[in-house]
Structure formats: structure tokens, C-alpha cells
């Protein structure tokens, strides 16, 4: 690995965007997995919202169909504060390069502004996770637009009631 991807791996990203819709109806959109189906790649996630609770993330059908586990990812929740922040861990172990690594530590905040208009921001610290801070910043290709395209896709959904096609490359 060279120099400057190393440094891009131990980094901590920002993702952030800006949704007119109410603090809780983001939550949910974040936390529910009926909403978690509808945007970004479509996969059921399950929460135990408590400190050391389970999240689990699923693959769909079409992933399946690919030969993908059922399980796409796991993690841990630290902390839980609707509906303005959920801390958790996050580890994809549907690759084995990924799998391989450890966790990351994944922040959603959500802050009500005025006029109806929330800002959503991701902290997602990939330190020691270089398969990993690809994977989620978006330049991996073939993966999809990482958390710039879940984000886009959430903002989407809730604005408009409708999604933006999935992105596979």
C-alpha cells in the first residue's frame, strides 16, 4: 500500500447532508428496517437500540443471488439517542479482506435547523480498516457510491417519496 492510500485509510470521514424532514422521521429512515429497505442498497438492517446491543445488516435477494451471505455486515451499539445520534460499531464480513479487519466506529447525528431541515452527518472513523475506507467513501468500483450515495439516496427518499437508481459501479 502506498503512502497516501495509507494515509486516506487511518482517516476519519465526514459525510454530511442537509433533508427537510423532521429529526424523527430521519431517525427512523436510519434506525427502522422497513425504511432501511427502501434507499441506498435496499438491505434490511436490525437494531438492538441499547449500549451493547446487536445491528445486523442483510443482504437482498439480488445479492444473494450473487452468492453473498446472509449476514453483510455486524456491529455493536454504543450509544443511542433519538432521535439525534446513534454510535455503533461496523464491520462488513461479506468480504474476506474487509472481514479481516477490525471494526469501525460509525456516527449518525442528526440536528434539527430551522425551517423543517436537518443536518445529517456520518462520522465513520476506518482507522485500520483500508478495504474498508474505500468501500465507504465510494471509490470502489463495482461497490456502489458508499455513504455520499446512502446519504443522497436518504435525502432523496425522504424529500421526494421516491429513490435514485442503485449504483453498482
Not at 27 to 48: H, M, S, V
Not at 136 to 156: C, R
Request: glycine content about 8%.
Amino acid at each position: 500500500m502506498t503512502a497516501a492510500a495509507e494515509a486516506r485509510a487511518a482517516t476519519i470521514q465526514v459525510h454530511r447532508v442537509f433533508i427537510k424532514a423532521p429529526a424523527q422521521k430521519v431517525w427512523d429512515a436510519i434506525t427502522n428496517p422497513d425504511w432501511l429497505e427502501k434507499y441506498g442498497y435496499a438491505c434490511r438492517a436490525e437494531f438492538d437500540l441499547r449500549p451493547g446491543g446487536e445491528y445486523k445488516a442483510f443482504s437482498n435477494p439480488p445479492m444473494r443471488a450473487l452468492g453473498t451471505p446472509e449476514v453483510i455486515i455486524v456491529g455493536e451499539v454504543i450509544e443511542a439517542d433519538p432521535p439525534k445520534k446513534l454510535v455503533q460499531t461496523w464491520h462488513p464480513i461479506w468480504d474476506p479482506i474487509a472481514a479481516a479487519e477490525t471494526p469501525t466506529r460509525l456516527t449518525h447525528e442528526i440536528v434539527e435547523q430551522p425551517a423543517g431541515i436537518c443536518r445529517v452527518t456520518i462520522v465513520h472513523d476506518v482507522t485500520g480498516a483500508p478495504s474498508v475506507a474505500a468501500m465507504v467513501s465510494g471509490e470502489v468500483e463495482q461497490a456502489g457510491g458508499g455513504w455520499p450515495f446512502i446519504l443522497s439516496d436518504l435525502k432523496t427518499l425522504l424529500e421526494t417519496g421516491e429513490t435514485l437508481p442503485v449504483q453498482m459501479g
